[in-house]
Structure formats: C-alpha cells, structure tokens
C-alpha cells in the first residue's frame, strides 16, 4: 500500500469535543459533601496505609499525591489528607446525567469512561452558536444541574485525538481548541508524553530517530514514523497530528470481566475461592444479561512482589452457568505455578457467542441448566446479588 | 473525620409543587435537630428491585448521607463527617 505522504494539518473546522470531568470520583465526594471542598481528599480502594489511591482532588494533586500511590505515601506528602471509600453508585449516577444532559448537543455522544465524553457536533444546530459558546453552555448547565463543584476540562479540534490533547492543556476547568491556526504553537509547548498513547517506550522509540519533540513529530516524514513504530500505527500517527480522523471507530465487545484488589494479602488456594466464586458469580451474570455464552476462561493474578501470572483457555463447549464457569477458573487458578501473597484478582470470559438456541449435549440437558441459570438470575435480580451463588 | 453508621433516622422530606424539587429539610439524630442548609448531591441505587434514594446533605457543621428505602419508606442515617482528617 503506498500512503501519502505530504499532507498538510486538516483546514476543516472543529467539530469534535472532549468533555474530561476533572478528578472525578474526588470532585464527586467534595460536591456531595460540602465540608470536604477546597481540601486535600483522595478516594482509595482501602483506607488502609497500603490502599492504593484512585482520585486525589484537584487540592491533593497540589501536594505531589498521583493516582497510584499508597495512602502512606499520600499522607506523608500531605498529613492532613483525608482518605474516602470508593462510591460506585454515586459516580454512575452523576455519569449518566452527565450522558443524559450531553444528548441535548448531539445523538453522537461517546462515553470513553466513566469520566469522558466525545461529542460530535458536525451538522447538528448547536454548533452554529459556536464551539466555545457550546463548551461555556455545557460548563453552565453542569454547575446548575449536576452540581456547583463539578469541573470539566473541554477539548475541541477537528478530530478525537486533538480533541482530547486540547482538553488536557489547562485543568482544571479548561477550555481549549487546537486547530489549524494555533497547532504549532500549542505543539511547541507539548512534550512527547504529553501525548495520549506515547509513554516512556515509545518516546525512546521515537527518540532512536531523533524525534525528542512533538513538533518534531509533526515535522518527521512518513517513512521516519513507519520505521518508529514499524506498523501501521506510524501513519496513524501521522494522521492524527495533522488534525486527521482515524480514531472514529466503536470496538465491539470481545470480553466480559470482574477483578477484585484483595484488602489483606491472600496465598492459599482455599482463601482464594471463595473471591474467585463471587467474580465468577458478576462476570457471569453480566454475561448473560447481554445475552452471551462464551468459549473461553481467562484468569490473571498480581502478587504483592509485583509479579504477575496469568493463563487463558478455549473450550469447544458453550459456557454460561457459573457453577462450571467457576470449575473451569478453578482448575486455571490451580495451575498457578505460585503460591505468593496475592493482592490482584481476575476472570474474565472471552470468546464470545450471542445466546441462540444451544447446541444439544448427548450427555447433558443443556436447556435445564439453562432454565435453572435463569431462574437463579431472576432471583438474584429481584432480591439483590449473590442471594443464590454457587456452592463451591 | 468520617463515621460510617448504619441506624434509623427521623427525616422530614419536602417536595415543592412549583419547583418540582424533592428535599430533606431537617433531620432529627440523637435526641438532636440538625437543619439542612446544602444538598450536596442525590443519586439512587437498588438493591435487587428494591431502590433507595441517597441524599448527601450538610448542616452548618456536619455532613450527613440519607438513605430512603422506597420499599418501607424508612430513613437510614449512614455515615457522618465533620470534613476533618482524622
């Protein structure tokens, strides 16, 4: 295939906008809780001093504390930091009438997480007011409607990536646009891992030939990118610099999978399973709802040494009940050559089949399980989850 | 510092017609009457059918998180907070 190779940054106007809330779950807490605005807080899996730290607020991020690092190390960078338990509930709520307030713009909303949101503006009426009018409108109604302490950092350029690299720039509570007239100016001030998608390895790659900047990666001909990257992804990088759509595609699902982080370190198979029933029990459940079987069990397990072990099986059979789910886990978390503190858990189905009428098992009654699997469902949805799991 | 608590809880719960705005205006906690001044944010979850709404409110000096089971309509007062680290 021969890519060209002298194209120049996209004339066309902005039309696509990244909405990223700042801090998300934190910023959630401090506008549930006024108490807690303007403070150090930082929501962690476990308050423990090893609980890892998923969202410090803006105030925390003042301190040096980044998401990743143990509470003791938060509250040795800031001793009057205060930690909260994670509120699953609360985040999704503010998530979809954040979705539900976005559908007013645009039918082309993309939830990219539970805190970022591509809205397509091209054709549609909002955007004759103008791109920034519509991001000031937005940061407007969301103070009004969702909550007075909820920020939003807003991207707009003329495709996704530069969408979400505008609305980086200034956070938080920015307002950004990166297009034809001000891209050499706003590239001159980025660094390689400014990047969304370039990281330490491929900044060294890029470095190998002599790209250090991203206005020399915007400067790099195409060859010197193909040879970077030797993949397709060079010319999709080229592209994406240049203000060019290649980021517009919806992945379907491949995979359904719960993980849980173990509150004390756990080594013996028999102190796992029951964990590995209640993943099995959520995955699955999930699973079926959307109305899938799979053909294949996967299973990852992190120890608290940092390593890391995981083993992925195909079956020929359908699976969906979660008794044989969790046999099948079982015996791939049996294999485990290990036997270290684990802190990290992980089941995941891949392979996956729309549900229709099932194959006919000579040696089973396939649509008895089935009846009996929904059954149990029914039940568990009426009553709330795990009032009927399976029996290890 | 904050306190997760699970106990019964008096709660006296507005709904203005005009505005169509639901709110708890007072709660009453251990022999105590806290006035509402803020609500921080409402959001609701369920349990299996059953929905409880939550209404994360402040007083002038402590925060307070409301649940409302719609199956009994009963208040539960979950977890309290002064704002400051423990």
């Known amino acids: 295939m021969v890519y060209p190779s002298d194209i120049k940054f996209n004339p066309n106007p902005s039309t696509i906008m990244h909405i990223d809330l700042n801090s998300c779950f934190a910023t959630i807490e401090q506008q549930a809780n006024p108490h807690l605005r303007g403070k150090p807080v930082a929501v962690a899996a476990y308050s423990t001093p090893s609980g ?3 969202a410090p607020s803006i105030e925390a991020k003042k301190y040096g504390i980044k998401v990743g690092m143990r509470v003791k190390e938060g509250k040795l960078l800031c001793p009057s930091l205060l930690i909260l338990s994670p509120d699953p509930w609360k985040y999704r709520n503010v998530h979809l009438s954040l979705r539900k307030m976005l559908s007013d713009y645009t039918d082309k909303v993309t939830p990219k997480s539970i805190d970022e949101f591509v809205l397509v503006l091209e054709n549609y009426p909002a955007s004759r007011k103008g791109m920034f009018e519509v991001g000031r409108e937005i940061k407007q109604r969301i103070k009004k409607e969702i909550g007075e ?5 807003i991207g707009i350029a003329p495709n996704r990536f530069l969408a979400k690299t505008a609305s980086s720039l200034h956070k938080p509570d920015g307002l950004d646009e990166i297009n034809e007239n001000n891209f050499l100016e706003i590239y001159r001030g980025l660094s390689l891992v400014d990047l969304c998608g370039i990281k330490l390895r491929n900044a060294a790659r890029l470095n190998n030939l002599g790209i250090f900047n991203v206005l020399d990666f915007y400067n790099a001909p195409f060859w010197k990118l193909k040879a970077a990257f030797k993949s397709v992804l060079g010319y999709y990088w080229y592209l994406r610099l240049r203000g060019l759509e290649i980021d517009d595609v919806e992945l379907g699902r491949h995979s359904y999978g719960n993980s ?5 370190p756990l080594t013996r198979i028999e102190e796992l399973s029951p964990i590995l029933v209640k993943l099995v029990s959520k995955m699955s459940a999930r699973l079926r709802r959307a109305g899938y079987k799979a053909r294949g069990i996967h299973l990852a397990v992190w120890f608290y040494d940092w390593s890391f072990w995981h083993k992925g099986v195909a079956f020929q059979r359908e699976l969906f009940d979660p008794r044989e789910i969790y046999k099948e886990a079982f015996n791939i978390l049996s294999r485990c050559p290990y036997r270290k503190p684990v802190r990290q858990l992980a089941v995941s189905a891949f392979r996956l089949l729309k549900k229709t009428n099932s194959q006919l098992e000579l040696f089973e009654r396939t649509e008895e399980k089935e009846r009996l699997v929904d059954s149990i469902d029914e ?10 799991a399976p029996a290890r | 510092m904050i306190e997760k608590i699970s106990t019964p809880v008096s709660v006296s719960l507005n709904f203005d017609h005009k505005k169509r705005r639901v709110y708890p205006k007072f709660l009453i906690w251990e022999g105590k009457i806290y006035s509402v001044e803020k609500i921080g944010l409402h959001h609701t979850y369920r349990v299996g059918r059953t929905l409880f709404h939550v209404f994360s409110v402040a007083s002038k000096s402590l925060f307070f998180r409301l649940v409302l089971n719609t199956e009994t309509l009963h208040w539960r007062l979950e977890e309290i907070s002064d704002g400051l680290p423990e």
Do not use: Q, Y
């Open chain 1, 379 to 388: 039940i568990n949805e009426r009553w709330g989850d795990f009032v009927i």
């Open chain 1, 149 to 153: 302490w909820i920020r939003v950092s």
């Open chain 1, 260 to 264: 849980f982080t173990l509150p004390k």
């Open chain 1, 52 to 54: 890892c730290i998923i």
